[in-house]
């Protein structure tokens, strides 16, 4: 039989390289940063249009190359970085295969110019999957600039498969922040469309935290330092009590480049042991410096995961430096996050005039009533209609939806009729009087219906509930809205307003009202009315941490992702105890749901205990 083996064509070869080194336009930009970092360049900028799909372009005022590295840049293997193969324990650059150029060239239109300092003239060159159209002399700053357009155009099935261009630019956006924070000393500009998202002078490593996360994060900052033989951490992380919701902020940078190590990230949990809210995971930004030969980059293609020769160590060290740095910045131990729920919003009275506090006394409270009024829905009251809420008992939020009329505005204390509760549901046991839920460990609700025995998850049983009226007010734009005294400022950074301003319109659909939504700054006048105004940080950090960890999934509606964050911030949780009056209102509502048996995270709601089942297990 005749021979079968070939060596594959380049160009093909190339694109096979290329579907490990570039899945979506953030992976262009990274490599295309990385090259311009490490060409010595001083300033960087990155310009994208429709999330990379369309553009993206770096251009840095670098070394440049002469003619013909210029073409050889984009041959495969062709790396100006090591020689030899011991050069890999030695590296002190970004790149070092030789891939990048190449790989994106064979899947892309491209088009480079690029001049050595000491040259007149530089050189352009086009290439068009691996394909190179034109090489000229041409005049062109000192520097390299790279322009990348029709990515996948030769690829259909890789084209198809790119996510939406917010989706996208929010990856491109992601690995511009990593980057930024790795390289302070450099400046850094972002242009999205036609519109500069950031603006970043060479400054030190707080101030480039602070331009990338918005001024408010000045405060938060911890110092975080230390320097043994094997090890070198200097850095920040954020102070427990602004803790997120998301894992968006945690930034590992060996030797400057940017890494995910869930074992170290470990070690700085541990470190904040006991001094985060459930549910909520720190932010930090820490650098170590290792010596290169103790760490391997090379085990993923996409080098952000690492390997290290002595991890306990480095996991012990980075251990104690964060807790050295908590525990000297003097950070509350072990604080009542309950009561300083409050605190932690960040709300900004300017322009308010200073007078003296106001003593607001509520004749009908009664600290032993009951139970659920000490619970996690704080009391403070800052507008009329929030009070007349609080007042009129706190569990009105579980009959939100059904009852739409919007008594609040109105002034007039809510009034609750449970209208369901006469319903047939109950029906085999209407002995006047009788208790017809009974609640269980704080945590389920006991009923008896016509074939049984319903057991109810409240929790769930709740976000069920919470979830359709939502979803109900944002797609038929019908929510109802409270109007807020004083407007509430809150702070976030840019990248979370731009999270936030994806789902703007539903929001507003819901009953927000934004009188300001730009730069890290937003203002609110209005809120849903089954919404407390203290728990509105709370719902947009959910709604943030739910869109960044959305990413990775097939994206539904904007509106659904926002009801079930909604629905899981608002939602009674277990350990709640609930009345009698709560508990069939509870039960009422789910059984009015759409759908009763699941949880809009698709989680049973209840369970049901047949009457012949009973009778079995009695046999
Ligand atoms: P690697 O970075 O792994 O060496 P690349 O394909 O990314 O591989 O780049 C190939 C070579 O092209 C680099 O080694 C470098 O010599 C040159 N190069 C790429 N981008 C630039 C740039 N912006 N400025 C100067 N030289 C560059
Ligand atoms: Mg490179």
Same mark, same amino acid.
């Given at each position: 039989m005749a021979d079968i083996i070939q060596l594959l064509p380049d160009h093909v070869a190339n694109q096979i390289a290329a579907g490990e080194v570039v899945q979506r336009p953030a992976s262009v930009v990274k490599e295309l940063m990385e090259n311009a970092i490490d060409a010595n360049a001083t300033s960087i900028k990155l310009l994208v249009k429709d999330g990379g799909k369309a553009l993206i372009q770096v251009i840095d005022n670098g070394k440049g190359m002469s003619g013909t590295d210029a073409r050889l840049s984009f041959e495969r293997h062709a790396t100006s970085k090591i020689t030899k193969a011991e050069d890999l324990f030695q590296l002190t650059t970004k790149g070092f295969r030789g891939e990048a150029l190449a790989s994106i060239a064979a899947i892309a239109h491209v088009g480079m110019k690029t001049k050595q300092d000491h040259e007149e003239l530089g050189t352009a060159i086009t290439i068009e999957g691996s394909k190179v159209i034109s090489q000229d002399t041409v005049v062109t700053p000192t520097g390299t600039s790279i322009a990348v357009k029709h990515l996948f155009f030769n690829i259909p099935a890789r084209r198809n498969f790119l996510k939406s261009r917010t989706v996208e630019m929010r990856h491109v956006n992601d690995e511009f922040q990593r980057v930024a924070l790795a390289h302070p000393e450099i400046s850094f500009v972002l242009h999205h469309n036609d519109s500069e998202l950031f603006n970043l002078p060479a400054s030190n490593y707080r101030q480039r935290i602070v331009n990338l996360l918005g001024a408010k994060t000045n405060e938060k900052l911890v110092p975080v330092e230390e320097s043994t033989e094997v090890l070198a951490i200097s850095g920040f992380a954020v102070k427990p009590?602004?803790?997120?919701?998301?894992?968006?902020e945690q930034f590992f940078f060996i030797n400057q480049r940017y890494i995910r190590s869930p074992y170290l990230n470990h070690a700085v949990n541990a470190a904040f042991e006991g001094l985060l809210k459930e549910g909520t995971h720190p932010s930090f930004f820490l650098n170590l410096t290792v010596d290169p030969q103790t760490v391997d980059i090379n085990i993923h293609p996409t080098k952000t995961e690492v390997k290290f020769e002595d991890e306990q160590t480095l996991y012990a060290i980075l251990r104690a430096a964060v807790k050295h740095s908590l525990g000297q910045f003097s950070i +509350?131990?072990?604080?009542?996050f309950e009561m300083s729920q409050s605190f932690d919003t960040p709300y900004n009275y300017k322009d308010k005039v200073v007078g003296s506090p106001k003593v607001e006394v509520d004749?009908?409270?009664?600290?032993?009533?009951?139970?659920?009024?000490?619970?996690?829905? +704080?009391?403070? +009251? +800052?507008s009329k209609a929030q009070s007349l809420k609080t007042q009129s008992t706190s569990w009105e939020s579980l009959y939100i939806g059904l009852n739409d009329t919007n008594s609040l505005e109105q002034g007039t204390a809510l009034e609750i009729e449970s209208k369901a509760s006469n319903e047939t549901l109950f029906e085999d046991q209407s002995i006047e009087g009788h208790t017809k839920t009974y609640q269980f460990r704080k945590k389920y609700i006991i009923t008896s219906v016509s074939e049984g025995l319903l057991v109810i998850d409240q929790n769930r049983a709740h976000q069920r509930i919470m979830y359709e009226t939502f979803l109900k007010h944002i797609t038929v734009q019908n929510g109802v809205s409270q109007q807020l005294l004083f407007p509430l400022q809150l702070n976030y950074s840019n990248t979370e307003i731009s999270l936030l301003a994806e789902v703007q319109p539903d929001l507003e659909a819901s009953g927000f009202v934004f009188t300001k939504f730009e730069g890290d700054n937003l203002e609110i006048t209005g809120i849903p009315a089954a919404v407390l105004e203290s728990e509105v940080s709370m719902i947009l950090d959910q709604i943030i941490a739910d869109l960044n960890n959305e990413i *990775?999934?097939?994206?539904?509606?904007q509106a659904d992702m926002l009801a079930k964050s909604m629905a899981k911030v608002l939602s009674i949780k277990s350990g709640k105890v609930l009345n009698s009056q709560e508990q069939e209102h509870l039960v009422n509502s789910l059984f009015a749901c759409?759908?009763?048996?699941?949880?809009?995270?698709?989680? *049973?709601t209840f369970i049901t205990l047949t009457h012949d089942e009973l009778e079995r297990k009695f046999m």
């Open positions: 009590e602004f803790a997120k919701k998301s894992r968006g +509350t131990p072990a604080l009542d004749p009908s409270f009664n600290p032993f009533k009951d139970d659920y009024q000490s619970g996690s829905r +704080t009391n403070i +009251t +800052t *990775p999934e097939h994206s539904f509606s759409k759908e009763t048996m699941l949880s809009p995270f698709n989680k *049973p």
